[in-house]
């Protein structure tokens, strides 16, 4: 018996009901690859997800119709994921400052003084 | 120069082969839609589907310029045998390999055909073979890389290709069934025709087959599928149109 669905594409398949052609196995899919985004030239690269392909070449080509279609793009890359090197969440305390390190945020730049006297003048005025 | 009457009809001609194929092969390429190997591809070739009857909406306004009725009468209320379109886009999608070849053979010969119009003397047909330039390289680019991948993959799926390519070859030179306006197209300067786009295509494609490491059909000895350019097709075309228009065809005065 072939398979009879209300949708004609799946009808017009003529797929056989105990079909075993088609039926992949976990380990059977491609490979993913990561998609990098550049919207204008000059500005950085984003990440904006992850596709199926056979190949760099084909990554390349389905990045542009799933994360390109709409909106702005002048460039892609693709790299794939198993050659991104990823932290552990475990070790996610290394990303912890503590608070005796304010002297590395940006507010303690001497440029901060002279941007509050300027603004300052500016008031002053 | 001053367009005669065959001058016209030549024109007209020239848009609807275009625009037909483009809107039958469109709606062919969308039957994969939901059914395509991998959910990208699937997504990656329905868009596809969806810009060649983005492109032939835009020659229907040309050909409605030209005294023609209106794009949704034209596309939606003709008979088979009112078609322009070649036989190669009618046939069912098949399997993916035929579904490809077809893809690849149709897609380089409307790079080629917009190519050669981009200087046309028909304005208006001008600007629809500069707009979507980059829209037919991409899919030019999409049938290549698929190509190159099966003809680099495993025996079975490079032996599949092999016969698709070859058992395809006649279909796809029936893309160049000459009009009966040749002349008046090449001297008016708006299309320098069929034959010289053929020679190009066979060119092109014969040099990427090579380079996919495919044999290369021998075109001389081919013999091409004519006769859908006049309106002769196969009986697959009318229930292709019959499904198409099925909706529409409830309430032809309905606004969408």
């Known amino acids: 018996m072939k398979i009879k669905s209300l949708d004609p594409r799946i009808t017009r398949a003529k797929i056989d009901e105990n079909t075993q052609e088609g039926v992949l196995n976990p380990m059977d899919h491609f490979q993913t690859y990561e998609v990098f985004e550049q919207k204008k030239r000059g500005t950085h690269h984003c990440h904006v997800g992850s596709v199926h392909a056979p190949s760099a070449e084909m990554a390349i080509i389905f990045a542009k119709e799933q ?26 305390d290394i990303f912890e400052t503590t608070e005796t390190k304010s002297y590395r945020d940006p507010n303690s730049y001497k440029v901060m003084d002279r941007i509050k006297a300027f603004k300052e003048r500016q008031t002053e005025l | 120069m001053e367009f005669t009457e065959k001058h016209v009809l030549g024109l ?73 379109s070649c036989k190669m886009v009618e046939l069912p999608i098949g399997e993916y390999d035929f579904s490809l070849v ?79 306006y040749e002349v008046e197209l090449s001297e008016s300067g708006i299309f320098a025709g069929e034959q010289a786009l053929k020679s190009t295509w066979i060119e092109t ?16 000895t081919v013999t091409p599928v004519y006769g859908g350019r006049k309106g002769e097709h196969t009986a697959d075309l009318q229930p292709l149109l019959d499904e198409m228009t099925e909706v529409f065809r409830i309430d032809p005065a309905a606004e969408w």
């Open chain 2, 12 to 84: 007209k001609d020239l848009l609807y082969r275009m625009s037909d194929d483009l809107l039958i092969l469109g709606h062919r390429n969308s039957e994969w839609t939901g059914l395509g190997p991998i959910l990208e591809e699937d997504i990656a070739f329905s868009s596809m589907a969806q810009d060649k009857i983005g492109q032939s909406l835009a020659l229907y306004q040309i050909l409605q310029e030209l005294g023609e009725n209106e794009p949704d009468v034209v596309a939606f209320m003709r008979n088979a045998e009112a078609f322009h």
């Open chain 1, 67 to 92: 994360y390109t279609r709409r909106g702005q793009c002048v460039n892609l890359w693709v790299v794939k994921t198993s050659d991104v090197m990823v932290t552990e969440y475990l070790d996610s």
């Open chain 2, 102 to 180: 077809r893809h690849f053979y149709f897609d380089h010969q409307s790079a080629i055909r917009m190519d050669m119009l981009k200087d046309t003397v028909v304005e208006p047909l001008q600007m629809v073979a500069r707009k979507f330039r980059g829209e037919i390289k991409y899919h030019t680019m999409h049938a290549d890389t698929w190509m190159k991948i099966l003809g680099a993959g495993s025996a079975k799926g490079k032996e599949r290709m092999q016969k698709a390519i070859l058992e395809n070859a006649g279909l796809a030179l029936g893309m160049f069934e000459l009009s009966d």
């Open chain 2, 205 to 220: 494609v014969s040099q990427k087959l090579e380079s996919f490491g495919f044999n290369v059909p021998d075109w001389d």
